[in-house]
């Protein structure tokens, strides 16, 4: 599957630190890095073309966040609140996710690359053109999110919540899981692999003997 990558320069300039944001700020063309941002109330902040790096985010709540053409490397952003955010050409590579808010949140040509984002929260997302790779994201939710052009590649996905997701075209085939919350009428065109069977037999209300 195709996805467009952050359209960002190969050298940058660094940004100045950040520690304060305000809502509405916007930040272009830069890069970020080594520093920690707490404790923040602000909304529709923007990023486009913007490089983080061994970035932390805490305690904070920024709501309606715009990333656009960035990359977040080796950043933490565990339990941060990005409901309804827009995240568009957006690579996150070895980053901290767990528990991080992403309700609402819209993704568009947007990698998870070794990521560890248990506990996150998808609920009602939007997905179009995103891959999850060799990441973790145990019990995560995605409750009645839309995944157009999604895929899972070797994830650990276990007891993953996708109730009112509809699942067709999704690959699953190479992830870990031994069970996920989902509905039967989800599954419809679902791709799994064999050794997954046993883990919907109760959905359909078999006995695997």
């Known amino acids: 599957m195709k996805i467009d990558p952050p359209k960002i320069p190969v050298e940058l300039p660094a940004l100045h630190p950040i520690y ?13 890095s080594d520093i920690t ?20 985010i805490t305690t904070s709540t920024l709501a309606g966040m715009e990333l656009t053409d960035v990359i977040l490397e080796s950043c933490d952003l565990s339990n941060v609140n990005l409901t309804d955010a827009f995240i568009h050409r957006t690579v996150f590579v070895n980053c901290k996710l767990m528990g991080t808010n992403f309700t609402g949140t ?4 947007v990698r998870f690359e070794r990521c560890m984002g248990d506990y996150a929260n998808f609920r009602q ?55 996920l919350t989902v509905e039967i009428e989800d599954l419809r065109g679902c791709i799994i692999a064999p050794k997954h069977a046993s883990s919907f037999a109760g959905l359909l209300g078999l006995v695997i003997k």
């Open 20 to 32: 304060t944001l305000s809502s509405k700020d916007e930040y272009h063309l830069g890069a970020l």
């Open 37 to 56: 941002i707490e404790e923040q109330d602000a909304s529709k902040v923007s990023f486009e073309k913007v490089h983080f790096k061994n970035v932390t």
């Open 106 to 109: 819209r993704f568009q040509n």
């Open 125 to 179: 997302a939007k997905f179009k053109q995103v891959m999850f790779e060799e990441s973790s994201f145990k019990q995560a939710d995605y409750w009645q999110s839309t995944m157009l052009k999604t895929v899972f590649d070797d994830c650990h996905i276990d007891q993953a919540v996708f109730s009112g997701t509809k699942l067709e075209g999704v690959d699953l085939s190479s992830c870990e899981f031994s069970g």
